[in-house]
């Protein structure tokens, strides 16, 4: 059988492995300088945990796990008829349970429910975690992919957004990468629901607002059509859509066109604190930007919602996130309200790649290898080997004696930049042969001098 991958999933070599690490690293580091501390939770939930957490198209993207012992004779008849009410779209607890997690946030929601009474609030956390949607595959789009989450829950302070906020100029300026910030407040999407017949209809606007990017106005109106708004409240929709230009100049129009809107005025007030918090002059702009498009289709997101996309590549949102005011309510631990933000890693990674924003140290794990030039001599670089390590020079030997040429082209294939060679002249006169493979340069020193000796690629 010819070896495969599942769709949607990558296997990660030495070199990818290192360039991701490199974007956790950095990530970390700055939601450390922050202030918030490292979660993990179980691949795992219990399906309950996620159904009806993120809309109804979220549920069905979730990846949905069979129990054991459906094979068994006692349980197979049934299995097999409570297997088509599943395919239905039904959730059987005979057929499947758990799931694995979509996101971290509803985990997140989940673990504080559970610990509330242990935890002293705001509790401040971060996770690197993997997640999994049943999607359809395409480029920055994968069905297992890295999430990095930050998210304060216990209060209501919108300081926390924009400590959020700033923690994603933080992370990107680290990474080298030139993005644009996105800010909008779900409340003003939940004002235009009411200026188009009622609150109910919030849902059937945001999922259609959601894939304007993708789809373009006229096919969210078609979908806002099928969805059952009628032609006045999709030309209210679609004057909402078309307000540009300026943060003040957008604000102003949205004023004006839901007028005294108590849900409005409150989401402008919002939206207003945080742009006061870095205020934009005639030399250097705000670094956010109101974009009243911005939907975030999620049920859980009540307030401040942010989206995080790169300059110079086609390629979606790379980072997003926002309020919501009662999370942990869904699992009946009422009135924490909670803020978050992702960094979507795989996308970000694309996007360094294809811009060359990552190091060229990075493509360097191994220094230094000692050539294998027959057991007397790998006798005397032994030591010297762990010398090297000892005084953290990544280094290691070649596995067996060998030509030189084959020993030089492994390490020109390793990218391993100096070798060292101890023959028996080396082992007579206790010296050591050092060359930098990329310079060509070559010189012997003492043994004893080794491990003063610079290893600084040119």
């Known amino acids: 059988m010819k070896p495969s991958l599942p769709q949607g999933t990558r296997d990660f070599n030495a070199a990818t492995v290192r360039k991701r690490n490199y974007i956790f690293d950095t990530i970390k580091s700055v ?20 159904t009806g957490k993120y809309g109804e198209e979220g549920d069905q993207l979730l990846f949905k796990i069979l129990n054991n012992g459906l094979n068994r004779p006692e349980k197979k008849l049934q299995a097999q008829q409570d297997f088509e009410k599943v395919l239905d779209g039904k959730n059987v607890p005979g057929i499947t349970e758990r799931a694995l997690r979509y996101d971290l946030t509803i985990p997140f929601a989940r673990y504080v429910a559970m610990n509330a009474g242990k935890l002293v609030f705001p509790f ?11 999607d359809r595959p395409q480029k920055g789009r994968y069905r297992e992919f890295y999430q990095c989450d930050a998210d304060v829950v216990g209060s209501n302070s919108l300081l926390n957004e924009i400590e959020l906020l700033h923690i994603y100029q933080e992370a990107f300026n680290r990474l080298n990468i030139d993005v644009e910030i996105k800010i909008n407040n779900r409340k003003m999407l939940a004002a235009l629901a009411e200026q188009c017949g009622g609150a109910d209809q919030m849902m059937n606007i945001t999922i259609a607002i959601d894939k304007l990017d993708k ?10 059509h099928q969805r059952g708004l009628d032609e006045a409240q999709v030309s209210i929709i679609e004057k909402y859509l078309q307000i540009t230009g300026s943060n003040d100049e957008k604000l102003s129009a949205v004023k004006n066109l839901f007028d005294e809107n108590a849900t409005a005025k409150k989401g402008i007030e919002e939206l207003e604190f945080l742009l006061n918090f870095t205020p934009s002059s005639s030399t250097q702009p705000s670094p956010f930007t109101i974009d009243f498009t911005l939907a975030r289709g999620l049920n859980y997101y009540t307030g401040t919602i942010i989206e995080v996309k790169a300059h110079n590549v086609q390629m979606g949102s790379i980072g997003g996130g926002g309020r919501y005011d009662d999370l942990t309510g869904l699992f009946d631990v009422p009135n924490l309200s909670g803020v978050g933000i992702s960094f ?9 790649e294809e811009l060359k924003r990552f190091p060229e140290s990075l493509h360097t794990s191994t220094q230094v290898l000692f050539f294998n030039l027959g057991e007397t ?9 762990h010398q090297l390590r000892n005084a953290g020079i990544k280094s290691e030997v070649y596995h067996e004696s060998s030509k030189l040429k084959k020993q030089f082209a492994f390490a020109e294939n390793n990218q391993i930049p100096f070798v060292i060679i101890i023959g028996s002249d080396e082992v007579q006169s206790n010296s050591c042969t050092i060359r930098n493979l990329q310079t060509g340069n070559q010189e012997t020193i003492p043994q004893s001098d080794l491990t003063s000796y610079t290893f600084t690629q040119q």
Do not use: C, H, S
Request: aromatic share 12%; no cysteine; proline share 7%.
């Open 31 to 50: 939601f450390e300088l922050y202030g918030f501390q490292p979660l993990e939770t179980p691949a795992l939930e219990n399906l309950e945990t996620l």
């Open 124 to 134: 401040k956390r971060y996770q690197v975690q993997p997640v999994w949607r049943a």
């Open 215 to 224: 789809i373009g106005i006229d096919k969210v109106k078609d979908e806002l």
């Open 344 to 352: 979507g890693v795989d996308r970000i990674y694309d996007v360094m």
């Open 377 to 385: 001599e790998l006798k005397t670089a032994y030591p010297l080997l």
